[in-house]
């Protein structure tokens, strides 16, 4: 079977979907990929076995319905060229414009909601015109995947979608025998921020707590990873220079080393999709701090394979960054490897597979892919 994937960035594709397409290949499949140019990651696409096709009119964050329109008529012509059977989209914008483009040729769909993206607000939701561009667009997908229950029911009950279009589909999933632990962690010396510097991913209140802990913890460090010259978080980085516990790098595509060096893994994030650095922590059997949203507290059972915070503030934080690093041996070597059975159990890259085989097989069965 042609099997289509799209995104908004070829870099998204190779790294959280790479098994994906990989597996697709293993079993048969003839897997492209359409997505903007990068020509570094399209090289290692086509590597992987995965045919390519540049996408050109794509502005993920814009709003010009210009751009847009151009969006939409690129995707329907790489649609006619391809001639796909099936298409699996991902990215917000590109969920929308491929729903419209392939219903307009009668392709099948499984769009995937990985997160609810910057238009989404936790008071009010989705605004009116991006309910409708989604119920528009998601009308004739054959399936709409999600990467946590909550993304679903929010789609289910503002009627986005209808209740047989929705599945649960817990993230890309995680190679458990790649990000596997070399050391064993038997104490807390070590915390980690591994992710996009936003606000609203918590990197503040986990500066903020370096800051008031490290003098009374000489022996303790904290590492941020992934920073890419943002202006705004600029005060406090110069706040933090000059002390060697505290530890800023730039982005890395090599994750694993990050989740070696560190004994604990933070992300005190506003809203999840599903974390890919959580599940490949936690697979490493790194303690994880979450906060209390989806995508995270749906990984993360509390007390269990890591913590769950209430609250977001500082002080919160310093406290239980404190109490991972007073406690005893057994407790942290219980924790940690509880997190990787936890991944193991629901998150590993080979049950992700298996639900995307049976999706592609109910499709077959009911006849509803043609070739």
């Given at each position: 079977?042609?099997?289509?994937?799209?995104?908004?960035?070829?870099?998204?594709?190779?790294?959280?979907?790479?098994?994906?397409?990989?597996?697709?290949?293993?079993?048969?499949?003839?897997?492209?990929?359409?997505?903007?140019?990068d020509?570094?990651?399209?090289?290692?696409?086509?590597?992987?076995?995965?045919?390519v096709?540049?996408?050109?009119?794509?502005?993920?964050?814009?709003?010009n319905?210009?751009?847009?329109?151009?969006?939409?008529?690129?995707?329907?012509?790489?649609?006619?060229?391809?001639?796909?059977?099936l298409?699996?989209s991902?990215?917000p914008?590109?969920?929308?414009?491929?729903?419209?483009?392939?219903?307009?040729?009668?392709?099948?769909?499984?769009?995937?909601?990985?997160?609810?993206?910057?238009?989404?607000?936790?008071?009010?939701?989705?605004?009116?015109?991006?309910?409708?561009?989604?119920?528009?667009?998601?009308?004739?997908?054959?399936?709409?995947?999600?990467?946590?229950?909550?993304?679903?029911?929010?789609?289910?009950?503002?009627?986005?979608?209808?209740?047989n279009?929705?599945?649960?589909?817990?993230g890309?999933g995680?190679?458990?025998?790649?990000?596997?632990?070399?050391?064993?962690?038997?104490?807390?010396?070590?915390?980690?921020?591994?992710?996009r510097?936003?606000?609203?991913?918590?990197?503040?209140?986990?500066?903020?707590?370096?800051?008031?802990?490290?003098?009374?913890?000489?022996?303790?460090?904290?590492?941020?990873?992934?920073?890419?010259?943002?202006?705004?978080?600029?005060?406090l980085?110069d706040?933090?220079?000059?002390?060697?516990?505290?530890?800023?790098?730039?982005?890395?595509?090599?994750s694993?080393?990050?989740f070696?060096?560190?004994?604990?893994?933070?992300?005190?994030?506003?809203?999840?999709?599903?974390?890919?650095?959580?599940?490949?922590?936690?697979?490493?059997?790194?303690?994880?701090?979450?906060?209390?949203?989806?995508?995270?507290?749906?990984?993360?059972?509390?007390?269990?394979?890591?913590?769950v915070?209430?609250?977001?503030?500082?002080?919160?934080?310093?406290?239980?960054?404190?109490?991972?690093?007073?406690?005893?041996?057994?407790?942290?070597?219980r924790?940690?490897?509880?997190?990787?059975?936890?991944?193991?159990?629901?998150?590993?890259?080979?049950?992700?597979?298996?639900?995307?085989?049976?999706?592609?097989?109910?499709?077959?069965?009911?006849?509803?892919?043609?070739?």
């Amino acid at each position: 079977m042609r099997i289509l994937i799209v995104s908004n960035s070829a870099w998204n594709i190779k790294n959280f979907r790479g098994g994906l397409i990989r597996h697709l290949i293993s079993v048969g499949h003839e897997v492209w990929s359409l997505c903007p140019e990068d020509t570094v990651t399209l090289i290692e696409l086509k590597r992987l076995g995965c045919h390519v096709m540049r996408l050109r009119n794509v502005d993920a964050r814009g709003k010009n319905p210009i751009r847009d329109l151009k969006l939409l008529l690129e995707l329907k012509s790489a649609f006619s060229q391809i001639l796909p059977e099936l298409i699996i989209s991902f990215t917000p914008k590109i969920n929308i414009y491929s729903g419209m483009a392939a219903a307009w040729l009668r392709i099948p769909l499984i769009g995937n909601i990985t997160g609810m993206g910057s238009t989404f607000s936790e008071s009010f939701g989705f605004p009116r015109y991006i309910q409708f561009l989604y119920r528009m667009a998601m009308r004739h997908a054959q399936f709409v995947a999600f990467h946590n229950q909550d993304d679903l029911q929010y789609f289910l009950e503002h009627g986005l979608i209808q209740s047989n279009q929705g599945v649960h589909i817990p993230g890309s999933g995680v190679n458990t025998e790649v990000f596997a632990p070399e050391r064993r962690i038997q104490s807390v010396r070590r915390f980690l921020f591994i992710g996009r510097i936003l606000p609203e991913k918590g990197i503040v209140p986990f500066l903020e707590a370096a800051l008031s802990l490290h003098s009374n913890y000489p022996e303790v460090q904290w590492k941020v990873v992934g920073y890419r010259g943002e202006t705004w978080i600029k005060g406090l980085l110069d706040r933090c220079s000059g002390i060697s516990a505290i530890i800023i790098e730039k982005f890395t595509d090599h994750s694993r080393e990050a989740f070696e060096w560190t004994d604990a893994f933070v992300l005190l994030s506003r809203r999840e999709g599903l974390s890919r650095a959580l599940l490949e922590a936690m697979s490493m059997q790194r303690i994880p701090i979450v906060s209390n949203v989806p995508g995270c507290r749906d990984v993360v059972e509390h007390n269990l394979c890591g913590i769950v915070m209430h609250s977001q503030d500082t002080a919160a934080l310093a406290q239980q960054m404190e109490e991972l690093i007073r406690m005893d041996v057994d407790s942290v070597e219980r924790m940690s490897m509880a997190a990787r059975v936890r991944i193991i159990q629901a998150y590993a890259d080979t049950i992700i597979h298996a639900k995307y085989d049976q999706l592609i097989q109910s499709l077959t069965t009911n006849s509803v892919l043609h070739g």
